[in-house]
């Protein structure tokens, strides 16, 4: 895994598995010999009062938006068309956010997929960062609000500490040195979607985007992204709910060291099917 310094200088912990295969003739970008094509991908759940703000400033580079839809009941999708006429609108298939950003990438046709929050709590501004990273050499691309230029004025002093918690235990786990965990601006290679093997529905999906990233060896950049305060309305995250959600899919995933294999001997043992009496006859 490599990430970024805040002075955006790599520093390598571990093997870089792909990035010999980015260089291939058979990766060049489909849309353009010089510029990959980019997706980007918001899931969107009631947020009519938000949703315009974050697309006016969507650069018009952006091949393809695509909202994902989970049942909004204001006008959302009504606002967003107004605000950008050429945005594709699809309904989310299943509940979550994590269904949602699936639906998304699924339907997805760019080189690169980018997935942003709809409330106004990332700054389209951002996306740039991301694609110099990815059309750069590395493959999977997070933002962080807690390395040197980020921040955030959105999370809650309770979040906050959560997200630590979860953060050391996922670094203790996979060996890494992340700085930020369950943050949902991030942008990745199309082509490794299937690596990445998501199943998440809810908004733990973040968390399972990044372990699976790290399992598959994929280079990991963490750029500096400032998260803005929600334009309006509220959150549909509930701190102790989804941080347990996080918790257990990081955990899940977690297969090496020790540590990795006392966790699955519990999980298997848990789990092993008791013998129904009838057939024990
Ligand atoms: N399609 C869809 N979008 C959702 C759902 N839950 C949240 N979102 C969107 O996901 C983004 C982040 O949600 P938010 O409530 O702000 O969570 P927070 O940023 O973690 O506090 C926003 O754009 C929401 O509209 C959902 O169930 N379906
Ligand atoms: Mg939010």
Known sequence: MTTLSA??????????????????????????PTRPSVSLVIPVRN??????????????????????DGDSTDVTLITAR?????????????????????????????????????????SPQEIRHYLHFLNNGYDFVK????ISGGGSLDITPFRGLGNWFLLTVFNTAYHAHLTDLCYGYCAF????????????????????????AMQAGL??????????????GTSNLH???????????????????LTG???????????RPTVPAAATA
Request: proline share 6%.
């Open 82 to 122: 107004h605000a950008r006429p050429d945005i594709r609108v699809i309904p989310q298939q299943g509940p979550g956010k994590g269904s949602a950003l699936r639906t998304g990438f699924l339907a997805a046709t760019g080189d690169i997929i980018v997935m942003m929050d709809a409330d106004g709590s990332m």
């Open 7 to 32: 002075a955006g200088q790599p520093t390598d912990h571990g093997p870089a598995l792909h990035l010999a295969a980015a260089t291939t003739p058979t990766d060049a970008p489909i849309a353009s």
């Open 143 to 146: 933002g962080s609000r807690f």
């Open 261 to 271: 294999h006392l966790y699955q001997a519990a999980r298997n043992a848990a789990k």
């Open 189 to 212: 290679h199309r082509r490794y979607l299937d690596h990445l093997r998501l199943t998440a529905t809810g908004f733990e999906i973040e968390a399972e985007m990044t372990v699976r």
């Open 219 to 232: 280079r990991i950049a963490e750029v500096p992204s400032l998260e803005l305060p929600r334009r309006t």
């Open 47 to 68: 947020e009519a009062r938000n949703v315009g703000w974050v697309l006016e400033q969507i650069a018009h580079d952006i091949d393809e938006i695509i909202l994902v």
């Open 239 to 257: 701190a102790i709910r989804d941080g347990i959600r996080v918790l257990r899919t990081v955990l899940r995933h977690h297969r090496t060291g």
